[in-house]
T-cell receptor, first 111, second 113 residues
């Protein structure tokens, strides 16, 4: 069974640009979670999508947004990039509420 | 109220020793407490988890001890091996449909050969 896949692996953007990160959940999983892992910090919850709808979001500005497609894959968009947005962005999927499986992440660097 | 505090930040243990990582939480509404293991360049992987109606859970060399009254839980790694060297995160989540995880800040474990 394929795990959670994220693309791209690395992404370098200039301050002020937009970044788009993609996530394919494990087959059959309907929930997708996005987390930000900044250097030296723990994982911070960003967004939760389930059945195509945004169900909850963490304490991040509106320039962090996303969507979930009918095939349950998801996209995270970060607009007006700032230097402090540089981080590892992790996607997790789950079917049962208690088990979240993470992808390898997208390393976003803003220069 | 939603924080999970994790200690120590880093831990060095000799091969065969016991690694102990501690976490504390404030919000008594948390009802699920997993531990994740993360190797460099990889996403976190679920290691073991516990619900607050159980005081201890053991899976192989990994044990979670849970103290509901003290609002603390800990991960014990018995017979630590160099392959256990990784970053460990404790986490907690609320009941209901919103199952996002609140993570601790992580512990970097190094097991010396």
């Amino acid at each position: 069974e394929a795990g959670v896949t994220q693309s791209p692996t690395h992404l370098i953007k200039t301050r002020g640009q937009q970044a788009t990160l993609r996530c394919s959940p494990i087959s059959g999983h309907t929930s997708v979670y996005w987390y930000q892992q900044a250097l030296g910090l723990g994982l911070q919850f960003l967004l939760w999508y389930d059945e195509g709808e945004e169900r909850n979001r963490g304490n991040f500005p509106p320039r962090f947004s996303g969507r979930q497609f009918p095939n349950y894959s998801s996209e995270l968009n970060v607009n007006a990039l700032e230097l402090e947005d540089s981080a590892l962005y992790l996607c997790a999927s789950s079917l049962r509420p208690f088990e979240a499986f993470f992808g390898q992440g997208t390393r976003l660097t803003v220069v | 109220q939603q924080q999970v505090k994790q200690s120590p930040q880093s831990l060095i243990v000799q091969k065969g020793g016991i690694s102990i990582i501690n976490c504390a939480y404030e919000n008594t509404a948390f009802d699920y407490f997993p531990w994740y293991q993360q190797f460099p360049g990889k996403g976190p992987a679920l290691l073991i988890a516990i619900r607050p109606d159980v005081s201890e859970k053991k899976e192989g060399r990994f044990t979670i001890s849970f103290n509901k009254s003290a609002k603390q839980f800990s991960l014990h790694i018995m017979d630590s091996q160099p392959g256990d060297s990784a970053t460990y995160f404790c986490a907690a989540s609320f009941p209901g449909s919103a199952r996002q995880l609140t993570f601790g800040s992580g512990t970097q474990l190094t097991v010396l050969p």
